[in-house]
């Protein structure tokens, strides 16, 4: 693959600084970012195992790859692995810079808080083979110039891996992504008719997804039909389990039976869905992980509350909400707490 310089995506606003900023500002921010090119991300990188069959095979079932090549006496590395020998794991590399945390401070402190990653480019220059030691420098190459996409206005940060085996040049790793201020969304009811935020009506409605019902699940499913939350309990130590499974964690049973929720429960934790969207669902929604009052945590919707309403903590109550002739899902009604007034429907 050639590496091209060019940055995809969007056009460009020149003498713009962070979302709201003036043009002398936005001269001056742009300047700071593009003295980030060239300054080191990693240097001396050295990945932690060397090229073996074991994560070739792994990578290979993963990916659905059979090809002869990746097999046997003689094995070579997909190419594509290339980034996984430098990858540094959850305890992370020696060697990394403080470069790009202190570009993504620069750009979180100028309003551009979200970043999604865009796309990769590789070039190979030799084939790596299982014993391969594989050492890396990284590299912020490029910052870009303030981009507007339709995620947002941004800058497209590229780093560039070069990456040696055995010291010798086995290929580069180019990585973008876009660091920019989230668009405003139009409330639905803003929307021009026959603008895009009125199409999804004009649409037939895309279904929402089926849970997957198994033997290990169906008692679950079926106390939804019968407007029952019903929570697993070991038969051996009484632990009480949710999501359900077919033995117990704590010790080991097989044995279960099950106890009928009482559906009082509070927000543990909760995420807002922007982006991207899936069909059957209409962003921003929110997304809770509520724990039972019998202690167990399952994720699900909370209503009656507008998305950016939700909070931990928040006290809610079961329900079983008809999303079509089909499917009945269990969700949690925001109760309302004392001396509140009426909660606004999102
Ligand atoms: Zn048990």
């Not at 590496?3 to 043009?23: F, N």
């Not at 490029?142 to 339709?150: E, I, L």
């Not at 982006?275 to 997304?287: G, L, N, Q, R």
Request: proline residues 10%.
């Amino acid at each position: 693959m050639p590496g091209a310089g060019a940055v995809p995506g969007g056009g460009s606003v020149p003498g713009s600084a962070g979302p709201d900023g003036d043009a002398d500002a936005g001269a001056a921010f742009e300047k700071a970012l593009r003295a980030f090119e060239g300054r080191s991300a990693a240097t001396e990188g050295v990945g932690k195992d060397p090229v073996n069959e074991a994560m070739i095979r792994h990578w290979c079932e993963a990916m659905g790859d059979a090809h002869p090549a990746y097999r046997g006496p003689g094995a070579v590395a997909p190419p594509t692995m290339l980034q996984a020998w430098t990858m540094g794991g959850l305890s992370g590399h020696q060697g990394r810079s403080p470069a790009h945390d202190e570009l993504f401070a620069l750009l979180d402190g100028a309003g551009y808080r979200a970043v999604v990653a865009t796309d990769c480019e590789q070039e190979y220059l030799r084939p790596l083979r299982p014993g391969d030691v594989i050492t890396f420098d990284a590299v912020i190459e490029s910052v870009s110039p303030r981009k507007t996409t339709k995620l947002g206005s941004g800058h497209f940060i590229t780093t560039r891996m070069d990456v040696r085996a055995n010291g010798e040049p086995a290929g580069t790793h180019r990585f973008r992504i876009l660091k920019y201020a989230p668009a405003a969304r139009p409330a639905p009811q803003e929307a021009a008719p026959g603008a895009q935020g009125a199409a999804p009506d004009a649409r037939p409605k895309a279904e929402r997804p089926r849970p997957v019902v198994n033997r290990d699940n169906a008692g679950f499913w079926e106390g939804v039909a019968d407007r029952k939350l019903l929570i697993q309990r070991c038969g051996g130590c009484g632990t009480l389990r949710f999501p359900w499974l077919p033995g117990c964690n704590r010790c080991g049973a097989a044995e279960w039976d099950t106890i009928e929720a009482s559906g009082a429960g509070t927000v543990y934790s909760y995420v807002v869905m922007h982006h991207p969207p899936f069909p059957a669902f209409d962003p921003p929604y929110a997304v809770a992980l509520v724990e039972l009052a019998e202690g167990v945590r399952m994720v699900s919707n909370v209503t009656g509350v507008r998305y950016d309403a939700v909070r931990i903590g928040m006290p809610v109550r079961l329900e079983f909400l008809r999303v079509d002739e089909e499917l009945v899902l269990p969700v949690f009604r925001a109760v309302e707490a004392p001396g509140a007034g009426p909660g606004g429907e999102g």
